[in-house]
């Protein structure tokens, strides 16, 4: 095999392990960060105004590990047809092919579904609040606790 496609497949395994190792834990009320473990956070009542499906979308917040991947892996198998200048050609092809579908595969998985929950504090402040769909069941009238430390607030039942 050629040393040069040892390397590829090489990266494409890196790269592979790199993306599973940046999946995100998501914006779930019901999911903590070892970080945010043993902290005090401040908790408010409040009651649920409205409660509105919305996309959570993190684009632009990670490494276009998907683009890498994808790109590797395309140029690697491109390369494995054809022999000569006809390698390089279907490796740059097969590349740039694979780097487009890793890019969408990615860009897929880093959406998801979420919930945009307004709520009315005691003092009849609004404030909204996103976070990932969880399963949890939010309606109007509901009261319900916001949990807030560091600057991020998470509303629970």
Do not use: W
Not at 17 to 46: F, H, K, L, P, W
Not at 107 to 114: A, E, T, W
Not at 119 to 145: C, K, P, S, W
């Amino acid at each position: 095999m050629n040393k040069s496609i040892i390397a590829v497949c090489a990266l494409a395994t890196v790269c592979t392990v790199g993306m599973s190792g940046c999946a995100s834990m998501g914006n779930s009320a019901d999911i903590y960060s070892g970080m945010q473990t043993q902290r005090e956070q401040t908790v408010r009542m409040a009651t649920v105004e409205s409660v509105r499906p919305v996309t959570i979308d993190n684009d632009g917040s990670s490494v276009p590990f998907g683009a890498l991947g994808g790109g590797a892996l395309g140029a690697v198998a491109g390369s494995a047809i054809g022999g000569g200048r006809g390698s390089i050609l279907t490796g740059i092809i097969g590349g740039i092919a694979g780097a487009v579908a890793g890019n969408e595969v990615q860009g897929r998985m880093d959406r998801h579904n979420g919930l945009e929950i307004t709520v009315r504090l005691a003092n009849g402040d609004l404030r909204a609040i996103t976070q990932a769909d969880d399963g949890q069941m939010f309606y109007a009238g509901q009261q319900v606790r916001l949990l807030s430390s560091g600057g991020i607030t998470r509303v629970t039942v």
